[in-house]
């Protein structure tokens, strides 16, 4: 615990490798910043701007800028790159402690860019939106995460669209089929084996019942003719 101070800036070169050991630990690298070309790792402060062409350990706190070329890479952990200058990336995001972030999560923070300025680059091969999937579990990267400028890694629901789909083509199946039960149970009572003769029947049944009817009216229209002359 404390801070060492590197007022001219520094260059941590292959043989060389520093672990900010503690929270409290203070890496004063000046105005120069510091370039790491081996490893750079704990739970610290680095008080001005790393430029990483080596490997940068998640989890530290840089004051200034954190620029990433093509040769460096980041380590994802369980706690984010805090940064709060501009960040400019490339090289690669290693994602091998995935397991120290606390197994499959719907958001992990990547970087947290706590200034204002836009993120400048990408990680080699990952462009906004790109999918990853370092376990069992799909992720979507994005530069725009967060309050607008993190590199976070967001779940993807697995299936999500497929289950829209499906619920989508279920509702459709199911009118479709209430459709096709109610025509045939309409067309079952023509097609239902008997023929045409029960309506032919019935309609004869009808008219039997018509003639009678027409018969007495006219009888009655008679009789009462009859009865008028009479009287």
Do not use: C
């Not at 370092?134 to 607008?148: E, L, N, W």
């Not at 459709?179 to 008997?194: K, P, Y």
């Amino acid at each position: 615990k404390g801070t060492l101070a590197l007022r001219d800036g520094a260059t941590l070169a292959r043989s060389k490798a520093i672990r900010l050991t503690t929270a409290g630990a203070r890496l004063d690298v000046g105005t120069a910043g510091l370039k790491v070309t081996r490893s750079l790792s704990g739970k610290g402060t680095v008080k001005g701007s790393v430029t990483n062409t080596g490997t940068v350990v998640a989890g530290l706190t840089v004051t200034g800028g954190y620029t990433q070329g093509k040769q460096g890479e980041l380590v994802l952990r369980k706690k984010p790159l805090k940064v709060n200058g501009a960040v400019k990336l490339a090289g690669g995001l290693d994602f091998a402690a995935l397991g120290e972030v606390g197994g499959p999560a719907e958001k992990i923070t990547v970087i947290n860019h706590t200034g204002r300025s836009k993120n400048t680059g990408t990680f080699t091969g990952l462009r906004e939106g790109a999918k990853v999937k370092p376990a069992d579990t799909t992720y979507r990267i994005s530069y725009k995460g967060g309050d607008g400028n993190d590199v976070v890694l967001t779940a993807t629901k697995p299936g999500t669209s497929s289950v829209a789909k499906s619920a989508t083509g279920s509702g459709a199946a199911s009118a479709s089929g209430a459709e096709d039960t109610h025509t045939q149970n309409v067309g079952a009572s023509a097609d239902s084996g008997l023929g045409w003769w029960p309506y032919a029947l019935a309609v004869g049944m009808l008219a039997g019942l018509a003639v009678p009817m027409s018969r007495r009216r006219r009888n009655n229209r008679r009789r009462g003719g009859r009865h008028a002359a009479t009287g």
